[in-house]
């Protein structure tokens, strides 16, 4: 059922995507998701996982649904409502203050950032993502010794209103890379051997490590120069990603070159390596971190992920996101999901002694609004 209203505190989803505006079948809607590029096994679904009975839990009663309606009585209902009118139910049911939206994903697949926070019913703003604009400008024809400039520029120009920037250089060749600023010439170089590639392929897909370097330096400055922060990708995501090379304390150097910079960097979702974000978060000034979609993949779990999220991290560096690509349940079960587990172990803090009720209204308006709002300018 829909969440207490005495839970429906003010969220900031500093860490989300666009909805998809298609009417979408059993498999599609299913694809959706799920992080793997491959289908269920034969004879069984998506729906026979944590997350698939969250949605026949709690997001059935939106779709004017019994609770644990089968998965295929669910998307049936979901087609006969049609995608508009379930996207705004989901959205407004989350009650959302406000969206900061990864526009660099599928982005012709799914809403974008405006039309998104419109069906929400609150303000939305925009994330860049530094891989979508390397891969806009290679696209173009551009010349090798001329990429390094024309990316300067395209990256400029299509972060006027942004706030915020974002890396998934952990999915794209790991954080077990080199973390200082390559040459020119290197980029060149680079570029000219990846242009070739990707023109035999007819796909520009940057993966090499020199581009996407360049790409993150470049950003930063941008970021140091209109006090923006920096997004990084870490842990669960992508199948094609090498898991033990994303734990972000391979990317220490880089961190500490951005606090430096007095760049804060949010490191996003971070599972399995929530404790490695936590340490991140309680040694560099300019680190922030969140649980983001795990919360909605680990469903009955997400009190204990949470718990886990929280075991040493600093109340003023942990933030609330959902991640939600495509499916508007996403976004309606992360808030979810997050604000109850919230209330439950703050409960129990307060029982055990361990904090007041004052205290536990600080930490909540620091988690759901007041930490990004400090690092995101405008929002």
């Not at 998307?75 to 203050?97: I, K, S, T």
């Not at 991640?323 to 803090?349: C, K, N, P, T, V």
Request: glycine share 6%; charged share 20%.
């Amino acid at each position: 059922m829909p969440i207490d209203s005495a839970l429906l505190f003010p969220l900031i989803d500093h860490h989300c995507h666009g909805v998809s505006p298609e009417e979408l079948d059993e498999k599609r809607f299913q694809a959706l998701f799920s992080e793997s590029y491959r289908p269920p096994p034969a004879g069984t679904n998506e729906f026979q996982k944590p997350l698939g009975l969250a949605i026949r839990a709690f997001c059935a009663p939106l779709l004017d649904l019994e609770p644990h309606v089968s998965g295929a009585a669910y998307v049936e209902r979901r087609l006969e409502l049609g995608a508009a009118e379930v996207n705004r139910r989901m959205l407004r049911a989350a009650n959302l203050e406000c969206l900061i939206v990864d526009t660099g994903h599928r982005s012709t697949a799914i809403h974008g950032f405006v039309e998104t926070g419109a069906l929400a019913g609150c303000p939305s703003y925009e994330v860049v993502r530094l891989e979508a604009i390397i891969e806009e400008v290679a696209a173009t024809g551009v010349s090798a010794d001329g990429f390094a400039a024309a990316f300067a520029q395209r990256l400029a120009e299509r972060s006027v209103t942004a706030v915020g920037l974002k890396s998934i250089v952990a999915y794209r060749c790991t954080f077990a890379i080199p973390q200082t600023a390559p040459t020119l010439a290197q980029v060149a170089t680079a570029a000219g051997s990846w242009f070739k590639t990707a023109e035999k392929a007819g796909r520009f897909r940057v993966a090499d490590p020199t581009l996407i370097r360049h790409g993150l330096w470049t950003g930063a400055d941008l970021c140091r120069s209109r006090k923006l922060p920096l997004q990084l990708h870490v842990g669960f995501g992508d199948p094609d990603i090498y898991m033990h090379a994303c734990d972000p304390t391979h990317f220490t150097d880089f961190i500490a070159a951005m606090e430096n910079w007095q760049v804060p960097i949010t490191l996003l979702h971070n599972w399995p390596f929530l404790k490695e974000a936590q340490w991140l978060s309680e040694v560099f000034e300019n680190v922030y971190y969140d649980a983001g979609v795990i919360l909605n993949y680990g469903a009955a779990e997400s009190v204990r992920i949470l718990r886990e999220a929280l075991q040493i991290g600093k109340f003023q560096k942990f933030m609330f996101s959902t991640d939600a690509f495509g499916l508007s349940e996403l976004y309606y079960l992360g808030a979810f999901l997050f604000r109850r587990a919230l209330s439950r172990i703050l409960d129990e803090w307060i029982a055990d002694g361990y904090c007041t009720a004052k205290d536990a209204d600080e930490i909540v308006s620091l988690f759901a609004t007041g930490n990004a709002r400090r690092i995101y300018p405008g929002v």
